[in-house]
């Protein structure tokens, strides 16, 4: 268990939380175009009953005009207009001093290289009061009597031209006023007498993060400005932006660093997000627009209504790019633009009809809204468990808003149920899905915000989904609502027409709320890593057996116990000198990286400085055939987003794609969410002494059947003790326990072991002794580890009284490695009884060529006798054969 500081904990639910509240799917579906004439001719598309009307079109972008807006208005379409915020040359002229100015110290648009660049500078007075001012009397003037329903926001960013394949996105700005203001609002002194461009360079060495974050800031503070010049308008009119279609994890996170527009964080103050998916322009397939909505729903804390191209574009790709949109659970579609559609070569006819299939997700689920219908306390379609005894403890159901709850400020509001059990077996509530509900072989996504007041060992709710039960056992998060997502298949059941979610903990007290069910639609993904390139570099001819809670003092002493993997954390020159010591010893590493793509930039940027022509030494403080990255730590116990998981793993594998990245996972099923943001997943169940130890294998059976078997490795207990007691490890493995686990997992694949961890069992003389010991042995068979196991399934005839673990297999558990004709049986005693088996060896090696098998660790010679050797095995006992052809 790593454990978190606790405010960051709450800094990532905060965000997490705006996970949010499903769409409000149906007739409303909103279907909008850009650029829509300002008038409307006797055939024009937009008159009533016209081709718009058919199409569902029912919103309009158009230009800033009064007799424009009412027109539209009289058609009964929403009308939205758009307003440049940083964009453009005309405040150049006005004010010279808007002009942004880069890195080097020259002003935008001054080198050759500048051409087509343009904007403004975001910290300039003037310009933001006369754009604000603007605004106020756009919305007094055209919002007045119902008129325009919102106004949209463009280039509310840093300078940069991204409309093309290969963008070249200029550093801005580091203007007097910028560096000024920067300094002021952030207590941070820049030494003096430097001028644009040393300054630029001495921030991106000293402050970087420091600086984007500013940055951000600049652009964010003018959007809360326009949202309050609408809050106090009489009419209602919805604030928009139209945002740069790029990931954190791509481009070395531009997004942040260069145009510092933060599409999730401005979306908590915005109520719509338009990426500009404009998948041809940007050299994408179609299924990117799928995906990209995907990544921007799954945290945005208002609704997302993407804006897709017409240019350019067949009537069927069209089509398809709508219909991403709803698939990936778009709130609302806006089409760029009006003149594509009309300017196509293609049957217009078409273009048109194309937007009919923008559908938004279905939440399958009825009445997820959980309104208690009017006199009755219970919301309608939902019914509570009811119980055929009468114990002494009674269920209690309640409905409850949020806020009753949770008074966490920054949430939003909607009904829960909550189920206080009793012992009356009837700790549970049941919905209704709706009919369309359940296709066979589809995958369903279920969703919902769970909230407890207290974690126990143990005690988590269920949901039931087309029949079948699933225990939320990554509902970790207490005193706030948590998000908690299941993959579900469809399956023939009788009672697939119901939802339940129940609590079976008596005493115990759980909430639930927005709940929803939809299809999941996986788009491709061309841009990503295919399977042949897992196998990575690092892992060629090498078996990680590595420990965490290593550090500076003691990696010496790790490296003398023959481990030759270790976790390391921290940064900057602390780490730096850690790692030299890596490369000093012969240490290979893996690196605990900031969770967060915008703390990983600099973090990367430090560890592999960017080279320049005419750097003559090499300035990368990591080595490359070294490095491996441990990227997360049991994410889906705090429901980590998995958009940002896969930014980190995006940005680490753009910079250095041969190094593996890994992270720990507890609960193997939650592996499916993280399939793009790791190489290899870490399973670290913690077994002694209350579970057996069969719990790390068969997770790591689960893991890989998710995320295929050449991804999984396992982390080893060696802690426990009087501070882990109330969490249930009230004492160390002993090295038998550990052994057994070690190699468990090896003969369930594992492709690296690594010990939680050296600060605890380095701390005495007998756990040094006893990891050592663990380590030792598997070193001796260290070039078996290498190969991977055959698909061979080995005959045991468990032969002893004694014989079976806790779930009733056989107790020992077995693989069989290959080189050459040599064949390895490798076999773990799981319990903690003596045992005796007799394993088909012969079977095993495949032939039946082999007199005896050798024991590896005692030099013992088993003969084959029938096909078979006769063991018997200690307490978790592990032995070793190797046969003699
Ligand atoms: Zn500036």
Known sequence: MRRVASFLLICISITIFMLLIPGNAGADTLRGIYGAPADLSDDSPFRKGATAESSGVNAVFVSQKNDAVRRYKEQGFKVFISVNAFGGKRAWDKYPDSRPVKANGKKLGEDKSDKGQEGTCPTHVKWREDRLRHIKHLADVLGKDQGIDGIWLDYIRYPGFWETQKPEIPDTCYCERCLNKFQADRKIIIPPGKIAGEAASWINKNCPYEWMAWKKEQINSFVRD??????????????????VPWRKGEKNNAISYLLAQDSFLLSEIADVVSPMLYHKMCGRDV???????????????????PIIQSHDLNPDEF??????????????????????????????????????????????????????????????????????????????????KAEEIDKDENMRNFYSLGISSGYGNDGKWTGSIKPSGCRDDEEYIFSGLFYRDNWKNSVYPSVTLFGEKYYLDNHWKTKIFQPIKVHVKCREKADAGSVVFANENPGETFYVGAPKLARHHSFSNKAGMNEGERKQQFYKNFFPIGVYGADMDNLAEIKRLAVNTVIIGGEGEKLKKTIEKCHEIGLRYFLSVPHDPDRLKPYLDYLMPPTFPGDKMKREILRRHDAAFYVNDEPELTSFPANKASDIFELI????????????????SNCREYLEAADFFMMDQYPVPNMPMTWLSDSIDRASAI??????????????????????????????????????????GSRGIFFFTFSEIGKTKKGRESLGRVVGRLNQVYPWLLENNLDIKVPVDMTS???????????????????GEKRLIMAVNSIGTRVEAQIGASAAAGNGKNAFFTEVFSGIKFPVIDGRISVKFDPYETKVFLSDK
């Not at 379609?381 to 009811?386: A, Q, Y």
């Not at 594998?653 to 193997?668: F, N, Q």
Request: charged share 25%; hydrophobic share 35%; glycine share 10%.
């Open 801 to 819: 009284g004694n014989r079976f673990d806790p779930s009733g297999r056989p107790s020992v558990h077995c693989c069989v490695k290959a080189k």
């Open 319 to 400: 089509k398809k790019a709508a219909e991403n949109c709803g698939k990936a659970g778009a709130d609302g579609m806006l089409v760029f633009s009006c003149g594509g559609i009309n300017d196509s070569k293609f049957e217009k006819k078409k273009m048109w009809e194309a937007l009919r299939d923008f559908e938004p997700q279905e939440n399958l689920i009825i009445n997820p809204g959980f309104e208690p219908k009017q006199g009755s306390v219970y919301p309608k379609g939902w019914r509570p468990g009811e119980s055929e005894i009468d114990p002494a403890l009674k269920s209690v159901f309640t409905v409850k």
């Open 226 to 243: 326009v949202k309050a010049i609408l809050a106090v308008h009489p009419e209602k009119i919805t604030l928009g932006l139209f945002t």
């Open 287 to 305: 299924d990117w627009v799928g995906r990209m909505t995907q990544y921007y729903k799954e945290t945005a804390g208002c609704s997302v209504w």
């Open 707 to 748: 995320a295929g078997n050449e991804r999984i490795t396992a982390v080893i207990q060696a802690f426990g003790g009087e501070a882990y007691e109330s969490a249930g490890w009230p004492r160390i493995p002993t090295w038998r326990e550990m052994d057994c686990l070690a190699f468990l997992s090896v003969v369930h």
């Open 653 to 668: 594998k753009s910079r250095i794609p041969e190094a593996p990245a890994c992270m720990a996972v507890v609960r193997p």
